[in-house]
């Protein structure tokens, strides 16, 4: 079964700060999908990245970042020089196996707080 | 860029009253979702729909529950006899194949 794991229920730091939101995940499959959805305060679900199991590039996206790391099972994502916008509910969240109709299955979820 | 939408936004309904909550996928997306969220929990999967047909549901997804495609381009989600358990965001979400899935902005459902 799957499983994902976000330990940090919630963080707070000062803008400006870099942060570091863990993900660790579980499968059986080879084959497997990793995302990291936001959710600001309004409620949506918004799209940032989404990460096949044979890549194992980090990735950079402006002040984001991520690291996936099969060894550990671990897709983790870095916020950069953080700003007050950045506060959210931040969602990793895995696809498993190639039958039509595949779930996401989604973590705990990250409070990030940004502080002025 | 298109997106997926979903009505109403926020519906409050009284215990025991059945509540259909829609959602327009994206048009050429072939698999439709539905997910929950409780108030300050994660985002649980309720139930997959491709080929106008249920392929996979969750523990959560009992008898109360129902999906129907009913012309081609809306994708419901019904609760026949709500319960207040079932407050909580209802998020529809659609992809064209293997990747990533389309979230609508979702309805807040309020049961009383």
């Known amino acids: 079964a799957q499983k994902v794991t976000q330990a940090q229920t919630e963080i707070s730091v000062v803008e400006k700060e870099d942060v570091t939101l863990d993900c660790v995940y579980e499968t059986r499959d080879t084959t497997y999908y990793l995302f990291w959805y936001k959710q600001p305060p309004s409620g949506e679900l918004v799209f940032l990245i989404r990460r096949n199991s044979f890549d194992e590039q980090n990735e950079i996206s402006g002040r984001y970042s991520w690291n996936f790391q099969k060894s550990t099972s671990s897709f983790n994502f870095t916020i950069t020089a953080s700003q007050v916008v950045d506060s959210a509910v931040y969602f990793c969240a895995q696809l498993t196996g190639e039958t039509s109709g595949s779930r996401l299955t989604f973590g705990e979820g990250t409070q990030l707080t940004v502080n002025p | 860029e298109p997106e997926v939408t979903q009505t109403p936004s926020h519906q409050v309904t009284q215990m025991g009253q059945e509540v259909i909550l829609r959602c327009v996928p994206i048009?050429?997306?072939?698999?439709f979702y539905w997910y929950r969220q409780i108030l300050g929990q994660k985002v649980e999967f309720l139930v997959s729909f491709y080929n106008n047909e249920i392929s996979e549901k969750s523990e959560i997804f009992d008898d109360q529950f129902s999906v129907e495609r009913p012309d081609g381009s809306n994708f419901t989600l019904k609760i026949r006899s709500t319960k207040l358990e079932d407050s909580a965001m209802y998020f529809c979400a659609s992809l064209p194949g293997r990747r990533e899935q389309y979230f609508g902005p979702g309805t807040r459902l309020t049961v009383t």
């Open positions: 048009s050429n997306h072939l698999y």
